[in-house]
């Protein structure tokens, strides 16, 4: 499944790679509610919870259904600035009804709520659906959205400065020290850009995020299967340190579309594309090629010897492994006039230590 964005008849100059320290904030935040996700960041996480102050710590838990599993549209700018302040200002810009829907769809999950619907504040029906759907969501998230639906100024001024809060505990810190990777990022992106075009650019980003043939549509490998515009505004990327390995999308209604990809680590290997996950997936799932995998994981065979040792024909050996060097499971050598096939062990680990275990087992 995609999110499509239409870029058609978009000016190169509206596609945009700048830095973001909301956003930023926003995913060091994740970070703190979901550090399961981020296994190289959970000795950060652990050092930052430590040294938080009861009363933030608290604060944090209060409202991290606004980052934990989606962001809030107005955490994530369509038009970054040069300080976190700055970009709260902007928050601060947004209309209540603007505000609240946003909040709303992410305390009340992005499934259940909808952009266009009527507003919670002003509909008597949303007003209840909201709150059912915050209840079903546990006592927290309920007591968030009856507080923001009571008195949105009070609860808006809390997040900003829960969030001042956060820059002078952890994140003033963290910024320094992530800045000079995202400038750089920066830099190549925007070189690309400008000399190779909104294709380069864009490869360069994620394998999940590409440009569709025709060059109209921007692609990205997501949950949701959907599309949206540009609409002329543009579309904004920013590179994050701390959000490793998600892509965050904003691409509801009225907002501008919005990437935030990971900045990559030399030292890690690039992500694989949903489409190669679900191809190994859908080859292991016979059992005769995990037979046939098994084997090879032993060593090298051709197709003769794989054949004769589970007494099936070759033709039908052929097809089984076809599937498994489509996945990128196999490698081969030819010797004369054979060619021997085995495991590819990097990307076979990949999958998980409990899938090696089995198959060498």
């Known amino acids: 499944m995609t999110l499509r964005i239409d870029i058609s008849g978009l000016p190169s100059g509206r596609l945009r790679f700048a830095a973001s320290p909301l956003a930023e904030l926003t995913a060091m935040l994740h970070v703190l509610a979901e550090p399961g996700h981020h296994p190289q960041l959970a000795g950060w996480a652990a050092d930052v919870w430590a040294g938080l102050a009861p009363t933030l710590a608290e604060r944090l838990k209060e ?124 830099r ?21 995020v590409t440009l569709a043939p025709d060059g109209n549509r921007i692609i990205v490998d997501k949950l949701q299967d959907t599309a949206t515009a540009a609409d002329g505004t543009g579309v904004t990327f920013l590179p994050s340190a701390f959000g490793r390995p998600h892509l965050v999308a904003v691409y509801a209604p009225g907002w501008q579309p919005v990437v935030q990809y990971p900045v ?4 890690l290997p690039a992500p694989v594309s949903l489409e190669t996950v679900r191809l190994r997936l859908d080859a292991l799932a016979h059992p005769v090629r995990l037979r046939l995998l098994r084997t090879l994981a032993r060593g090298p065979h051709t197709t003769g010897e794989l054949a004769h040792a589970w007494e099936l024909s070759p033709p039908e050996v052929s097809r089984h492994l076809a599937v498994l060097r489509r996945a990128g499971l196999l490698t081969s050598q030819r010797r004369g006039r054979y060619v021997r096939y085995t495991v590819s062990l990097p990307d076979l680990t990949t999958l998980g230590s409990d899938l090696l275990a089995a198959v060498l087992r």
């Open 188 to 208: 190549m992106k925007n070189d690309l850009l400008k000399r190779q075009g909104i294709g380069a650019a864009l490869a360069s980003v994620s394998s999940a």
């Open 264 to 267: 990559p680590e030399p030292s």
């Open 63 to 186: 409202a991290e259904f606004l980052w934990r599993s989606s962001r809030a549209d107005f955490l994530v700018p369509a038009r970054p600035r040069p300080t976190l302040a700055e970009e709260l200002d902007d928050v601060d810009r947004i209309d209540d009804e603007a505000y609240v829907t946003a909040a709303l769809v992410t305390t009340c999950g992005s499934n259940r709520v909808h952009y266009g619907m009527p507003s919670p504040l002003t509909d008597a029906t949303a007003r209840e659906r909201a709150l059912d759907l915050a209840q079903a969501r546990g006592a927290v998230q309920e007591a968030f959205a009856e507080r923001l639906l009571a008195d949105p100024s009070a609860v808006r001024a809390r997040v900003r400065d829960t969030l001042e809060q956060c820059a002078e505990a952890f994140f003033d810190a963290a910024w320094r020290d992530v800045a000079p990777q995202l400038t750089a990022d920066l």
